[in-house]
Protein backbone atom coordinates (compact mmCIF):
# COMPACT_ATOMS: atom_id res chain seq x y z
CA UNK A 1 0.00 0.00 0.00
CA UNK A 2 1.60 3.38 -0.89
CA UNK A 3 1.24 6.71 0.79
CA UNK A 4 -2.05 8.06 -1.01
CA UNK A 5 -3.65 4.97 0.09
CA UNK A 6 -2.95 5.12 3.87
CA UNK A 7 -3.69 8.88 4.00
CA UNK A 8 -6.61 8.43 2.34
CA UNK A 9 -5.97 10.95 -0.50
CA UNK A 10 -8.80 11.48 -3.57
CA UNK A 11 -8.15 9.81 -6.71
CA UNK A 12 -9.53 11.13 -9.73
CA UNK A 13 -12.02 8.99 -11.55
CA UNK A 14 -13.14 9.89 -15.05
CA UNK A 15 -17.01 10.30 -15.91
CA UNK A 16 -18.15 11.30 -19.54
CA UNK A 17 -15.19 13.11 -20.18
CA UNK A 18 -15.53 14.92 -16.49
CA UNK A 19 -12.80 14.41 -13.99
CA UNK A 20 -14.33 13.53 -10.70
CA UNK A 21 -12.15 13.59 -7.00
CA UNK A 22 -13.43 10.32 -5.38
CA UNK A 23 -12.10 10.27 -1.45
CA UNK A 24 -12.55 7.14 0.56
CA UNK A 25 -15.14 7.09 3.21
CA UNK A 26 -14.40 7.97 6.43
CA UNK A 27 -15.40 6.15 9.83
CA UNK A 28 -18.14 9.47 10.00
CA UNK A 29 -19.45 8.92 6.73
CA UNK A 30 -20.01 5.40 7.91
CA UNK A 31 -21.84 6.52 10.59
CA UNK A 32 -23.76 8.69 8.80
CA UNK A 33 -24.62 5.41 6.26
CA UNK A 34 -25.57 3.27 9.07
CA UNK A 35 -28.11 6.31 10.74
CA UNK A 36 -29.45 6.63 7.04
CA UNK A 37 -30.37 2.56 7.37
CA UNK A 38 -31.64 2.67 10.44
CA UNK A 39 -33.99 5.52 9.80
CA UNK A 40 -35.49 3.71 6.70
CA UNK A 41 -36.36 0.64 9.18
CA UNK A 42 -38.53 2.84 10.85
CA UNK A 43 -39.93 5.33 8.96
CA UNK A 44 -40.80 2.01 6.78
CA UNK A 45 -42.54 0.84 10.00
CA UNK A 46 -44.36 4.12 10.86
CA UNK A 47 -45.50 4.37 7.32
CA UNK A 48 -46.77 0.77 7.04
CA UNK A 49 -49.59 2.05 10.52
CA UNK A 50 -52.36 3.39 9.39
CA UNK A 51 -55.88 3.15 11.57
CA UNK A 52 -54.42 0.72 14.40
CA UNK A 53 -54.72 0.44 17.84
CA UNK A 54 -52.01 2.87 19.89
CA UNK A 55 -50.97 -0.76 21.80
CA UNK A 56 -50.38 -2.48 18.36
CA UNK A 57 -48.87 0.44 17.36
CA UNK A 58 -45.86 0.54 20.14
CA UNK A 59 -45.41 -3.07 19.30
CA UNK A 60 -44.62 -2.49 15.90
CA UNK A 61 -42.68 0.44 16.59
CA UNK A 62 -40.46 -0.88 19.49
CA UNK A 63 -39.76 -4.02 17.22
CA UNK A 64 -38.17 -1.43 14.46
CA UNK A 65 -36.54 0.15 16.87
CA UNK A 66 -35.00 -2.82 18.20
CA UNK A 67 -34.23 -4.26 14.08
CA UNK A 68 -32.79 -1.15 13.79
CA UNK A 69 -30.76 -0.71 16.18
CA UNK A 70 -28.87 -3.69 15.62
CA UNK A 71 -27.94 -2.78 11.96
CA UNK A 72 -24.27 -2.27 11.90
CA UNK A 73 -21.98 -1.43 8.64
CA UNK A 74 -19.34 -2.40 10.83
CA UNK A 75 -20.42 -6.20 10.91
CA UNK A 76 -21.45 -6.01 7.43
CA UNK A 77 -18.07 -5.04 6.08
CA UNK A 78 -15.44 -6.86 8.26
CA UNK A 79 -13.52 -8.54 5.54
CA UNK A 80 -13.04 -5.93 3.34
CA UNK A 81 -16.36 -6.43 1.13
CA UNK A 82 -20.12 -5.70 1.73
CA UNK A 83 -21.59 -9.34 2.82
CA UNK A 84 -24.79 -10.08 1.71
CA UNK A 85 -26.16 -12.36 4.30
CA UNK A 86 -25.50 -8.74 6.24
CA UNK A 87 -28.82 -6.88 6.25
CA UNK A 88 -26.97 -3.92 6.10
CA UNK A 89 -25.45 -4.86 2.43
CA UNK A 90 -29.40 -4.65 1.11
CA UNK A 91 -29.05 -0.85 1.75
CA UNK A 92 -25.48 -0.30 0.64
CA UNK A 93 -26.26 -2.07 -2.56
CA UNK A 94 -29.79 -0.25 -3.05
CA UNK A 95 -29.66 2.34 -6.07
CA UNK A 96 -30.12 5.09 -2.83
CA UNK A 97 -26.99 3.51 -0.85
CA UNK A 98 -25.10 3.30 -3.75
CA UNK A 99 -25.85 6.89 -4.38
CA UNK A 100 -25.27 8.18 -0.89
CA UNK A 101 -22.09 6.66 -0.70
CA UNK A 102 -20.75 8.24 -4.11
CA UNK A 103 -21.87 11.50 -2.43
CA UNK A 104 -20.60 11.09 1.14
CA UNK A 105 -16.94 10.21 -1.51
CA UNK A 106 -17.53 13.44 -3.23
CA UNK A 107 -18.58 15.95 -0.93
CA UNK A 108 -14.92 16.18 0.75
CA UNK A 109 -13.79 17.58 -2.05
CA UNK A 110 -16.79 19.71 -3.44
CA UNK A 111 -20.50 20.78 -2.46
CA UNK A 112 -22.26 18.64 -3.77
CA UNK A 113 -26.45 17.06 -2.95
CA UNK A 114 -27.58 13.52 -3.72
CA UNK A 115 -29.99 15.31 -6.14
CA UNK A 116 -27.14 16.46 -8.49
CA UNK A 117 -25.32 12.51 -8.46
CA UNK A 118 -28.70 10.92 -9.34
CA UNK A 119 -28.51 13.72 -12.83
CA UNK A 120 -25.23 13.39 -13.32
CA UNK A 121 -25.10 9.47 -13.43
CA UNK A 122 -29.14 9.66 -14.54
CA UNK A 123 -30.35 5.70 -15.90
CA UNK A 124 -26.67 4.84 -16.40
CA UNK A 125 -26.28 1.78 -13.78
CA UNK A 126 -23.77 0.35 -15.13
CA UNK A 127 -21.98 3.73 -13.96
CA UNK A 128 -23.61 3.61 -10.84
CA UNK A 129 -22.06 0.31 -10.38
CA UNK A 130 -18.86 1.23 -11.15
CA UNK A 131 -18.18 4.17 -9.47
CA UNK A 132 -19.90 2.63 -6.20
CA UNK A 133 -16.92 -0.14 -6.36
CA UNK A 134 -14.40 2.58 -7.02
CA UNK A 135 -15.94 4.38 -3.83
CA UNK A 136 -15.41 0.46 -1.69
CA UNK A 137 -12.31 0.19 -3.52
CA UNK A 138 -10.66 3.06 -1.85
CA UNK A 139 -12.44 3.04 0.90
CA UNK A 140 -11.16 -0.24 2.04
CA UNK A 141 -7.39 -0.37 0.41
CA UNK A 142 -7.60 -4.50 1.51
CA UNK A 143 -9.72 -5.07 -1.08
CA UNK A 144 -6.93 -3.82 -3.91
CA UNK A 145 -4.29 -5.18 -1.97
CA UNK A 146 -5.80 -8.66 -1.22
CA UNK A 147 -6.10 -8.39 -5.46
CA UNK A 148 -2.80 -7.53 -5.97
CA UNK A 149 -1.28 -10.09 -3.71
CA UNK A 150 -3.00 -12.39 -6.10
CA UNK A 151 -1.40 -11.36 -9.40
CA UNK A 152 1.94 -11.28 -7.89
CA UNK A 153 1.62 -14.45 -6.41
CA UNK A 154 0.31 -15.99 -9.64
CA UNK A 155 3.83 -14.07 -11.26
CA UNK A 156 5.80 -16.15 -8.25
CA UNK A 157 4.60 -19.05 -9.43
CA UNK A 158 6.18 -19.07 -12.74
CA UNK A 159 4.32 -16.83 -14.90
CA UNK A 160 6.70 -13.80 -16.36
CA UNK A 161 6.23 -10.50 -14.89
CA UNK A 162 5.91 -7.60 -17.14
CA UNK A 163 8.85 -5.79 -16.11
CA UNK A 164 10.85 -9.11 -16.95
CA UNK A 165 9.27 -10.09 -20.39
CA UNK A 166 10.83 -8.58 -23.21
Not at 5 to 11: K, L, M
Not at 87 to 110: D, Y
Request: aromatic share 6%; hydrophobic share 40%.
Amino acid sequence: MGLAESTGAPVEYEFNDEKIMLSPLTFLDWGKLEQWMRSQVISAAAASLNDISADKWSTVMKAANWTAARLSVTKCLLGGSVDEDKEPAVFLRSIEGMLRMILLSMQHERKIDLSEISALLGSDMESLVDMWAKVMDISMPSRESDKNDEDESKNAQGTESPETST
